[in-house]
C-alpha cells in the first residue's frame, strides 16, 4: 500500500494504491462548520443532489447510468463529525480488469454530474423535487423518533449538549426552504467547504489527477480547518433524569456521561481499552454482569462519542428492573475507577485493536476512513497504532475513569410493567 | 480433498467430506487479513416435529427451541464463557437462528487453530442444566420484546402467519413468551441429538489460510470425538396448500407513518429444470427489474406521493414455495397495494432490463468475491440448498438468454398473498 498526498489548492487529493482489491474506491468530502438551518441544508442537498441532475431527470436515470457502470455503487450523505458537518460522496466500482479501460474517466463523468452539474432552472433547484425530499425526509426522521433507543439517545444530546443543533428538532423547518435559498447555499458550500478527495485502489497516479483537474470544479482556495474535537466544560454535581413514556414493549435506558478533554492518546487508545472492559461487547463487564448474571436484558453497550468526549450505556430492559440496572451499571464503572478488574482484558482489549487495525485493511472504505481520521483528526497511522496500544497501562485507564461523569439518564418507558 | 477453481473469482474452493459425515469447504484468500469460519447445521425454527434419534416416535418441542439452543450452546461445562474464551484469541463468535438453519461462526486475524478448535468443541459439547436453561428465559424475553419494538418485525411476522396454513415458517423464529418460559433442559438435549449430528452439518472456512493446514486441524479435531452412528432425520411431513391461511390484517402501534406489507406466496414446485437458486437469481432479477430505483413502477410511486421512501423487497425460500415480500411506508395504502400488484402481474421484464440487471448480476458477483464474508456466505447458501457449489455460476449468468427467462417468468403464480397494514395508533 502506498499513500501519497497532493495539496493541490483548492482541495486535496490523496491516493491510496493498493492492487488487493477488485475495485476502485473515490470518497469525496465537502466539509463546513454550520450554523443554524445549515446543517439542514447538507442534509437536503445529499438527498437531492442523487435525485436528478441536468443530464439525468430522475434517480431511475441516475440509477440505470450507474448499473452501466458494471453497477457502480455509490452514495451520497451528510454526516457529522464533531464541529463539522461533510456533504460525503462514495462510489466504488469494478477495476479496468474486471471492467474496461474507460473506466475511470466514465465514474469520474459520473460524480461531475451528481456533485457539479445539478438540476437547477433560474438559479433554483427544482420545487417539485425538492417537496419530494422534504417529504422522504420528514418521514425518516419521524420513522427514527418512533425507535425507542433513537429517541432516548437524541434526548440525552438535548439535555447534555443543548448548543449542538440536531436535524430531528428542525422538522418544523424543512418545509421553509426554498429551491433557491438551497442553490444559493449549494453555491457557498462549493466555494467555503474545505475539500478532500480519497482515492483506493489499483490505480495510475496520474491518470487520477488529470480525471481530478478535469471533473472536479472547484477552484477556490480554502483556508486550513480548526479541530473537529468538541470540548465539554459544564458538569453536573448530581445527575439529571427523564422519563418519556412511549407505547412499546421494551423500555430503553440511555445513560450519557461527559469527560473531562481527552489526551490524544486517551482519544485514540485508552478509551478504546477502557470501553473493551466496560461494554463493548460479550466479554465486557455490563454484558457478563448485567445480561448474562442478572437476565435483565438482551442488549447492553457502552460506547464512545469521542469527537465529543462524551460516553453513552444503552441498553433495552423492562422497566420495572430501570434502578436495579442503573445500579448494576453505576456498580461496574466505579470498578473499573477502583481498578477493581481482571488486567487480562487490558491485553485482550490490545490484541483486539490490533486485529480491528489490521481487518481495516480487507476494506478499501475502511482504509479511507482511517486516512481520513489522520487528515482530519489528527489520528495515527496503521502501523503506529498497532505499536502505541501497547503503551496503555492499567493507571491510564483508571486516569481516564476519573474523567468521567455521570451527566443524564433518559429512560423510554414502554408499557411492559406487568409481572 | 478436492480443490475446484471457482471461475472469474480468481479463487479457489476446497471441499472434502469428513468421516464423521461433516462437509467441509476452505476458501483460501491470501491476500486477506481476516478469517471467517461457519458451522451450520440443518436445523431451524421451523423443525419442531420431529422423530428423535434415540426414538422412533415423533415428539412436538416448543416453539422457538432452535433459537434456545443457539444461545444455548454458549454454555460449558467448565463454566467458562464462550465468548472469555475466543477473546483470548481475539477473535468475534456469534450464531444465528433463522427459518432454514442455524449457524455459528468467528472471524478473526491469526489464530486459526485455536479459533478453529473452539468453535467445533463448543459447538459439539453440549452442556444444558435447569439453571442456564431458566437463567436464558429472561435474556431471551428481552430479545422478543426487542423485536416487538421494531413495527417491520411485527408486520413480518404477521405476514408469516397468515400466509402459511401448515408450514412451521408461521411462527416466529423466537418463539413466544409462552413457549421460551416452556422449553426444558430435556427438550434442548433432544434437538441437539438429532440435528447436531456432523453429517447434519457443514463447515465452511474462508480467508487468510492455508487449506492443507486447515484441514488438518479440522480432521485431527473431529477424529478425536466420538458420534453416534448417524440415523437419517424424519421432520413430520408438511403439506402445505397454495392459499395464504388469511389475506389481510390491520393492527395499530405508537408509531408515525403507516407501514404496508404485501407478501406473495408462489408455488414454485410446478415450474421444473431449474435449481432452486437459480430460479431465485432470476426472480430477483424481476423483482429488480419491476420494483427497484430503475423500475418505472418506483418512480411513479415516488412521483405521485404515494411512496416517500424507494420499495423493499426480498424473496424468501418456504419447502415448495417462494414468498415474495415487499414493503413501504404509505399513506395511500389502497394504491400502493394495487400499483404494486398490477405491475408484478403482468409478469414482465423488458430485454433492456434484463441484459441490464444480468450484467449488474455479474458485476456484485465479482465485487462480492473480494469479501471473505461474501464468499463464505456464497458457498454456504448453495451448499444448505443445494448440497453442492456450483463453480462456473458466471458463465451461467452469462449464457441465460432473454426468451428462457421471460419464460420461467411467465410461469409465477402471484394469485395468493397476503396483506399487512401497521397504523399509527390514534391518540
Redesign the interface.
Known amino acids: 500500500m502506498n499513500y501519497k498526498k497532493y495539496e493541490m489548492g483548492p482541495y486535496n487529493l490523496h491516493i491510496i494504491k493498493n492492487d488487493?482489491?477488485?475495485?476502485n474506491a473515490i470518497e469525496i468530502k465537502i466539509k463546513t462548520i454550520t450554523k443554524n438551518k445549515e446543517a439542514l441544508y447538507i442534509q437536503l442537498l445529499s438527498d437531492l443532489l442523487i435525485k436528478s441532475t441536468n443530464k439525468y431527470k430522475?434517480?431511475?436515470q441516475l440509477?440505470?447510468a450507474s448499473?452501466?457502470l458494471?453497477?457502480a455503487?455509490y452514495s451520497l450523505s451528510s454526516k457529522v463529525s464533531g464541529k463539522y458537518k461533510i456533504l460525503d460522496l462514495s462510489i466504488?466500482f469494478?477495476n479496468e480488469k474486471?471492467?474496461d479501460e474507460n473506466i475511470v474517466e466514465d465514474v469520474f463523468k459520473f460524480i461531475h454530474e451528481i456533485l457539479f452539474n445539478p438540476d437547477v432552472h433560474n438559479n433554483a433547484f427544482d420545487e417539485n423535487r425538492l417537496n419530494?425530499v422534504k417529504?422522504?425526509l420528514?418521514?425518516?426522521l419521524?420513522?427514527n423518533?418512533?425507535?425507542?433507543s433513537f429517541l432516548g439517545k437524541k434526548k440525552l444530546n438535548n439535555i447534555m449538549n443543548p448548543e449542538i443543533l440536531d436535524i430531528c428538532d428542525m422538522i418544523d423547518d424543512i418545509d421553509d426552504i426554498s429551491g433557491e435559498e438551497l442553490y444559493n447555499y449549494y453555491l457557498e458550500l462549493l466555494k467555503r467547504g474545505i475539500v478532500d478527495i480519497f482515492v483506493c485502489g489499483d490505480v495510475d497516479e496520474n491518470k487520477i489527477k488529470e480525471n481530478v483537474t478535469k471533473y472536479i470544479e472547484i477552484n477556490t482556495i480554502k483556508r486550513k480547518g480548526v479541530s473537529h474535537y468538541i470540548k465539554q466544560d459544564k458538569f453536573r454535581k448530581r445527575s439529571r433524569s427523564t422519563i418519556i413514556e412511549?407505547?412499546?414493549?421494551?423500555s430503553s435506558l440511555n445513560i450519557g456521561y461527559k469527560l473531562n478533554t481527552m489526551t490524544n492518546f486517551e482519544t485514540q487508545y485508552t478509551s478504546y481499552v477502557y470501553n473493551y472492559i466496560l461494554g463493548s461487547?460479550?466479554?465486557s463487564l455490563l454484558?457478563?454482569d448485567v445480561?448474562?448474571k442478572h437476565?435483565?436484558?438482551?442488549?447492553i453497550n457502552s460506547t464512545f462519542a469521542r469527537l465529543y468526549n462524551i460516553m453513552y450505556v444503552t441498553a433495552?430492559?423492562?422497566s420495572k428492573n430501570y434502578k436495579k440496572t442503573l445500579s448494576l451499571v453505576k456498580k461496574n464503572i466505579k470498578k473499573i475507577s477502583e481498578g477493581k478488574f481482571d488486567e487480562k482484558a487490558i491485553e485482550?482489549a490490545k490484541?483486539?485493536f490490533?486485529?480491528g487495525n489490521?481487518?481495516i485493511?480487507?476494506s478499501q472504505f475502511g482504509i479511507i476512513g482511517r486516512f481520513v481520521s489522520i487528515e482530519y483528526l489528527d489520528q495515527d497511522s496503521f502501523d503506529k497504532r498497532g505499536k502505541e496500544i501497547d503503551k496503555v497501562t492499567k493507571e491510564d485507564v483508571m486516569k481516564l475513569a476519573k474523567k468521567i461523569h455521570l451527566d443524564t439518564i433518559v429512560l423510554v418507558k414502554?408499557s411492559?410493567t406487568s409481572e | 480433498m478436492n480443490k475446484y477453481e471457482i471461475k472469474g473469482f480468481d479463487i479457489d474452493l476446497y471441499h472434502e467430506t469428513l468421516d464423521n459425515g461433516l462437509e467441509v469447504y476452505i476458501i483460501p484468500k491470501n491476500?486477506?487479513?481476516?478469517i471467517y469460519a461457519t458451522l451450520t447445521t440443518r436445523f431451524s425454527s421451523n423443525d419442531i416435529e420431529f422423530i428423535p434419534i434415540d426414538s422412533n416416535k415423533f415428539v412436538k418441542v416448543p416453539l422457538g427451541i432452535a433459537h434456545f439452543l443457539e444461545h444455548q450452546a454458549f454454555e460449558q461445562e467448565n463454566g467458562k464463557?464462550i465468548?472469555?474464551l475466543f477473546?483470548?484469541y481475539?477473535a468475534?463468535?456469534?450464531a444465528a437462528t433463522s427459518k432454514n438453519y442455524t449457524n455459528y461462526y468467528f472471524?478473526?486475524?491469526?489464530n486459526l487453530k485455536e479459533n478453529l478448535t473452539l468453535l467445533l468443541d463448543f459447538v459439539q459439547s453440549p452442556y444444558f442444566t435447569d439453571e442456564s436453561v431458566e437463567?436464558?428465559?429472561?435474556?431471551?424475553i428481552?430479545?422478543l420484546?426487542?423485536n416487538?419494538?421494531?413495527?417491520y418485525r411485527v408486520a413480518e411476522n404477521i405476514a408469516a402467519k397468515n400466509l402459511f396454513v401448515n408450514n412451521n415458517m408461521k411462527y416466529p423464529i423466537i418463539g413466544t413468551i409462552e413457549s421460551i418460559n416452556k422449553t426444558t433442559k430435556k427438550d434442548l438435549y433432544k434437538c441437539y441429538n438429532t440435528f447436531y449430528h456432523p453429517a447434519n452439518m457443514f463447515l465452511v472456512v474462508s480467508g487468510n489460510i492455508d487449506p492443507i493446514e486447515t484441514i488438518n486441524i479440522i480432521k485431527e479435531n473431529q477424529s478425536s470425538k466420538k458420534f453416534a452412528p448417524f440415523k437419517k432425520i424424519i421432520k413430520k411431513e408438511i403439506i402445505e396448500p397454495d392459499n395464504v391461511a388469511k389475506e389481510k390484517e390491520v393492527i395499530e402501534?405508537?408509531?408515525?407513518?403507516p407501514i404496508v406489507n404485501i407478501s406473495y406466496k408462489v408455488n414454485i414446485s410446478k415450474i421444473k429444470g431449474i435449481s432452486i437458486n437459480n430460479l431465485y437469481r432470476w426472480c430477483h432479477l424481476f423483482l429488480a427489474a419491476n420494483l427497484?430505483?430503475?423500475?418505472?413502477l418506483?418512480?411513479k410511486l415516488?412521483?405521485e406521493?404515494i411512496l416517500?421512501?424507494n420499495i423493499d423487497y426480498y424473496i424468501e425460500r418456504a419447502g415448495n414455495h417462494f414468498i415474495i415480500d415487499i414493503s413501504g411506508?404509505t399513506n395511500k395504502i389502497d394504491q400502493f397495494i394495487q400499483e404494486i400488484d398490477k405491475q408484478l402481474k403482468k409478469l414482465e421484464t423488458s430485454e433492456n432490463d434484463f441484459y441490464?440487471?444480468k450484467?449488474?448480476m455479474i458485476?456484485?458477483n465479482?465485487?462480492g468475491?473480494?469479501?471473505?464474508f461474501s464468499l463464505n456466505n456464497f458457498v454456504s447458501f448453495q451448499v444448505l440448498y443445494e448440497n453442492k457449489f456450483d463453480i462456473d455460476r458466471i458463465q451461467y449468468i452469462k449464457d441465460m438468454k432473454y426468451k428462457t427467462y421471460m419464460n420461467l417468468i411467465k410461469k409465477l403464480d402471484l394469485s395468493n398473498k397476503t396483506v399487512t397494514i401497521v397504523k399509527p395508533?390514534n391518540v
Open positions: 488487493k482489491f477488485k475495485t430522475n434517480s431511475r440509477e440505470i448499473e452501466e458494471y453497477n455503487v466504488s469494478l474486471y471492467a419530494q417529504a422522504t420528514k418521514d425518516d419521524k420513522f423518533l418512533d425507535i425507542p412511549k407505547d412499546v414493549s421494551q461487547g460479550m466479554n454484558f457478563k445480561r448474562e437476565s435483565l436484558c438482551y442488549t433495552g430492559i423492562d485482550e490484541e483486539f490490533k486485529a489490521l481487518s485493511l480487507d414502554g411492559d | 491476500n486477506s487479513k481476516n464463557p465468548f472469555e477473546s483470548e481475539s468475534n463468535v456469534n472471524n478473526s486475524i491469526g437463567k436464558e428465559k429472561g435474556i431471551i428481552q430479545e420484546k426487542m416487538e419494538n421494531n413495527p402501534m405508537d408509531i408515525s407513518n427497484s430505483l430503475t423500475s418505472e418506483n418512480e415516488i412521483n406521493g416517500t421512501n411506508e441490464r440487471k450484467k449488474c458485476s456484485n465479482i465485487m468475491s473480494d469479501s471473505i395508533k
